[in-house]
C-alpha cells in the first residue's frame, strides 16, 4: 500500500515497486495538496484516494515520473529522442515551436497537471492572442550598411524595404530579426533589443494551430510509450476552427500571364527559379537544392534528391520530405531551353566575379553563388503579382498550379503523385479533391454536350 506523510498543507505520497537487479528498492514520489477550506478529516480522505489512484498508475511502469516538469521532458525528447526519428531540419522547426509557443504556457507544470482541458486552454490562448506583436530594433543599424542591403535581402529573403526600416533603426517583427541575425553570424540578442506592443495581439491561424499540437503531441505520445505518463493530454483536445477564407489559386491563364511577367524580374535567378516551379510543381526548398548534375538537358530530366534549410545560420542539404519525394521529373522543351540560357548567364557570371564566387554547384544562386534563400523567390513573385494584379498567392502555390494543369490536362493521379513526389495517390486526391470536382464536372458537361439531342 502507499505511504503517505503530511507535510504542511500538502501530502508526501510514496509508492514502492519492488527491487531492482542490483537489489535497490524502486520507489514513485508525487504531492497531494487538497483543496482550500476542507476539514483536515476530509483533507486525509482525499490524500489516501488519490494516493491510491497514484499506486494503480505506477503498478508496472517503473519509468512512471508525472512530478516531471514539460520542459524537462522537452530537453530529454530533443536530446534522447528525436535525432533518431526525425531530420534535422523537422527537430530545429519542432524546438522553436516549443520554445515560442508551449513552453511559455506549460513548461513550468508538472506532467500531472497538464490535463487535455489545460491543452484546449493553451490552444485557444494561442489561437486568440498567441501572436502578441513583439518588434525589435537593431542595437547598432550601421551594420547594414550602403551597399550591403540588396546582397543581404537576396541571402535571407527580406525585402529591401524591409532592409532599410531597420537601418533607419526602426521596428522589425522577430522572424525578420532572426533573418538578419542570422545572416551577420551574430546571436538574436546581441544585435537586437526588444519593443513589446501588447495592444496589438492578434491570434495564430489555425494551420499554424496544428503545426504545434502535432508537435507537442510527439512528445507526450514519446512520454506514454516509454512509460513516464499513463496518457497523452493532446490527443484529446479540440483545436479551434479558424476562419475559413477563400484561398486563391492561378488557373492555365494565370501561368501563362505569370510566365509572360518574369522578364519584369532583375535577377536571372529569380526569373528562372519561378519558372523551374511552375513548370516541375517542385517544393522552392527542393529548387533551391537543385544542382546542375542532377540535370539532363539532353534527356530532358532532373532529379530530385536534396532540400535545403537554414539551421543556426548555416544552409545544409536534407533528403527530401518523404521516401518518394526523391524522384525523377521529365521537363518540356520550354524549360530546356530556359535553363540553357541560364547555365550560359551563370558560367559568365563565373568568370565576372573570379575567385569571389562561390561554387556549389546549384542551378540557382545569391549574387555570388552561394544558395539562395527561398524566401527571396517568395518576394519576387509578390513584386510580380502586385504590379500585375494576378491572384494573391505563396510561392508554394506554383505546385498547387502545376497540379492543376495536369489534373486539367487528364493526366492519371498515379503519374500526378510521383510527378510530385506524394507518397500515395491518396494524398494526392486529398489534397486537390476541389480540383478533381471541377474537372469530374467538365466531363459530366461534356458528355452532356456530346449527346445533345438523343433524348
Same mark, same amino acid.
Not at 551597399?147 to 546582397?151: A, I, L, M, T, Y
Not at 540578442?189 to 501588447?198: C, G, K, L, Q, T
Given at each position: 500500500m502507499?505511504? $503517505?506523510e503530511?507535510?504542511g498543507?500538502?501530502?508526501? $505520497?510514496?509508492?514502492?515497486?519492488g527491487?531492482?537487479?542490483? &537489489?535497490?528498492?524502486?520507489r514513485?514520489y ?5 483543496p482550500?477550506?476542507v476539514?483536515?478529516?476530509?483533507a486525509?480522505k ?5 494516493a491510491?489512484?497514484?499506486?494503480k ?6 519509468n512512471?515520473?508525472d ?5 524537462? *521532458?522537452?530537453?530529454?525528447?530533443f536530446e534522447?529522442?528525436?535525432p ?9 522547426t519542432n ?6 509557443y ?18 484546449? =486552454?493553451?490552444?485557444?490562448h %494561442? ?19 550602403d ?5 543581404l535581402?537576396?541571402?535571407? &529573403?527580406?525585402? #529591401?524595404n524591409t ?22 553570424? +551574430?546571436?538574436f540578442?546581441?544585435?537586437? #533589443? ?5 495592444e =496589438?495581439?492578434? &491570434? ?11 508537435? !507537442?503531441s510527439?512528445?507526450?505520445? !514519446?512520454a ?9 493530454p493532446?490527443?484529446?483536445a !479540440?483545436?479551434? +476552427?479558424g ?6 489559386? /492561378? ?6 500571364k ?8 532583375q ?8 519558372? $523551374?516551379?511552375?513548370? !516541375?510543381?517542385?517544393?522552392s526548398?527542393e529548387?533551391?537544392?537543385l544542382h546542375?548534375?542532377?540535370?539532363d538537358?539532353? +534527356?530532358g530530366?532532373?532529379? #530530385? ?11 545544409? %542539404? ?20 530556359? *535553363?540553357? =540560357?541560364? +547555365?550560359?548567364w ?19 544562386t545569391?549574387?555570388?553563388g552561394?544558395?539562395l534563400? &527561398?524566401g527571396?523567390?517568395n518576394?519576387s *513573385?509578390k513584386?510580380?503579382? =502586385?504590379?500585375?494584379? /494576378? ?17 486539367n ?22 489534397i486537390?479533391?476541389?480540383v478533381?470536382?471541377?474537372t469530374?464536372?467538365k ?6 454536350d456530346? %449527346?445533345?439531342? #438523343? $433524348?
Open positions: 502507499p505511504s $503517505i503530511k507535510r498543507n500538502t501530502y508526501k $505520497i510514496m509508492v514502492s515497486l527491487y531492482n537487479t542490483e &537489489g535497490k528498492q524502486i514513485k508525487t504531492t497531494f495538496k487538497p482550500m477550506n476539514t483536515e478529516g476530509k486525509e482525499l490524500a489516501t484516494a488519490y491510491y489512484e497514484f499506486e498508475k505506477c503498478m508496472g511502469m517503473t512512471f515520473n512530478n516531471l516538469r514539460f520542459s524537462e *521532458l522537452c530537453s530529454w525528447y534522447q529522442i528525436a533518431h526519428k526525425l531530420k534535422e531540419r523537422t527537430i530545429y524546438k522553436n515551436l516549443m520554445k515560442n508551449v513552453l511559455p504556457y506549460i513548461g513550468h507544470l508538472k506532467l500531472k497537471d497538464i490535463t487535455t482541458a489545460r491543452i484546449d =486552454e493553451m490552444l485557444n %494561442l489561437h486568440k492572442k498567441g501572436k502578441s506583436s513583439r518588434y525589435y530594433v537593431m542595437r547598432k543599424p550601421e551594420m547594414i550598411c551597399g550591403s542591403k540588396r546582397p535581402s537576396r541571402k535571407t &529573403g527580406i525585402t #529591401v532592409l532599410k526600416a531597420a537601418a533607419r533603426g526602426e521596428h522589425v517583427s522577430k522572424k525578420t530579426a532572426l533573418k538578419i541575425a542570422e545572416a551577420f553570424g +551574430k546571436k540578442n546581441e544585435m537586437f #533589443v526588444e519593443e513589446a506592443r501588447p =496589438e495581439e492578434r &491570434g495564430i491561424d489555425s494551420t499554424s494551430i496544428a503545426r504545434i499540437r502535432t508537435a !507537442t510527439a512528445i507526450f505520445s !514519446t506514454v510509450k516509454k512509460d513516464i505518463i499513463i496518457k497523452n493532446v490527443k484529446h !479540440t483545436s479551434p +476552427k476562419e475559413q477564407k477563400d484561398k486563391e489559386f /492561378l488557373d492555365a491563364e494565370g501561368c501563362k505569370l510566365i509572360s511577367c518574369l522578364d519584369e524580374l535577377n536571372p535567378n529569380a526569373r528562372v527559379g519561378l519558372a $523551374i516551379l511552375i513548370y !516541375t510543381g517542385m517544393r526548398g529548387l533551391c537544392a546542375w548534375k542532377d540535370i538537358l539532353k +534527356k530530366t532532373l532529379y #530530385v534528391r536534396y532540400t535545403l534549410y537554414r539551421s543556426n545560420g548555416e544552409y545544409k %542539404l536534407s533528403t527530401p520530405k518523404t521516401r518518394s519525394s526523391e524522384r525523377m521529373i521529365a521537363i518540356p522543351k520550354e524549360l530546356i531551353e530556359i *535553363l540553357k =540560357e541560364h +547555365k550560359k551563370q558560367d559568365e557570371r563565373k568568370k565576372a566575379l573570379g575567385s569571389r564566387w562561390i561554387e556549389r554547384g546549384s542551378v540557382i545569391g549574387t555570388e552561394e544558395y534563400n &527561398g527571396y523567390l518576394a *513573385l513584386k510580380l503579382i =502586385e504590379k500585375n494584379e /494576378l491572384p494573391d498567392i505563396h510561392v508554394h502555390d506554383l505546385r498547387h498550379a502545376n497540379a492543376s494543369l495536369l489534373i490536362a487528364g493526366v492519371p493521379v498515379k503519374f500526378i503523385s510521383e510527378h510530385l513526389g506524394h507518397s500515395n495517390t491518396k494524398t494526392t486526391e486529398d486537390y479533391a476541389h478533381y470536382s471541377s469530374a464536372e466531363v459530366a458537361s461534356a458528355i452532356s456530346a %449527346l445533345e439531342g #438523343v $433524348i
